[in-house]
């Protein structure tokens, strides 16, 4: 079985600092780990993924996120924040091709001036 | 960059009614998704769907739901007789290589059941 979970349903930063949101995984095989971003009535979007490799992955809009397997975590990371990056983030695991992926529940992050 | 799209963007329904919600994947995808997400909750997994098969559905899925891909380009989900609880956003997705790769989501079917 897979899942994710994700730390702090809402997160709130103010422009221009550290942006930090946690995810944390259970897989019994190596997993593949995403975050997806889904702005106001918008579908998801890939933001980044952990396949195999590098274990800090670097993403669209300034993220990354760093797979640490002793942590069994997927943390995402973007150095300064900015109010566009608003939005919905999900943290997903899959381990296989056409496996299903699983959501974590979402992080709201608001970003204030 | 190409696209997902679900058609239509709202659906309101009666309960036991039928719905349809289509998509067109993008159009040399394999893998073909549907998943929703209940206002306020997470994202959830209903079934995946490989050369013109299901290969995995959740428990969510059941005899009320069916998926179908009726020619070359489309991807419907059917709800034979919608309840008060299908009222959700129903997302379609799909892929190139699998769930292990970027899955390009459409930007959903907001289906309301009264």
């Known amino acids: 079985a897979q899942s994710v979970t994700q730390l702090g349903s809402h997160v709130s930063v103010s422009e221009g600092a550290l942006v930090l949101l946690r995810c944390n995984y259970s897989?019994?095989?190596?997993?593949?780990l995403f975050w997806y971003v889904q702005y106001p009535n918008q579908g998801l979007q890939l933001l980044l993924k952990y396949t195999t490799g590098a274990t800090l992955v670097k993403g669209i809009n300034g993220f990354e996120a760093e797979f640490k397997k002793s942590e069994t975590s997927f943390h995402l990371t973007k150095p300064s924040a900015h109010m566009s990056d608003a939005a919905e983030y999900f943290c997903a695991v899959t381990h296989g091709t056409a496996s299903k992926l699983t959501f974590g529940t979402g992080t709201r992050l608001q970003v204030t001036l | 960059e190409p696209e997902v799209t679900q058609t239509p963007s709202h659906q309101v329904t009666q309960m036991g009614q039928e719905v349809i919600l289509r998509c067109v994947p993008i159009s040399n995808h394999l893998y073909f998704y549907w998943y929703r997400q209940i206002l306020g909750q997470k994202v959830e997994f209903l079934v995946s769907?490989?050369?013109?098969?299901?290969?995995?559905k959740s428990e969510i899925f059941d005899d009320q739901f069916s998926v179908e891909r009726p020619d070359g380009s489309n991807f419907t989900l059917k709800i034979r007789s919608t309840k008060l609880e299908d009222s959700a956003m129903y997302f379609c997705?799909?892929?190139?290589?699998?769930?292990?790769?970027?899955?390009?989501f459409g930007s959903g079917t907001q289906l309301s059941v009264l």
């Open positions: 997705a799909s892929s190139a290589w699998g769930a292990n790769e970027k899955l390009f």
């Open positions: 897989s019994s095989v190596p997993p593949y």
């Open positions: 769907f490989y050369n013109n098969e299901i290969s995995e």
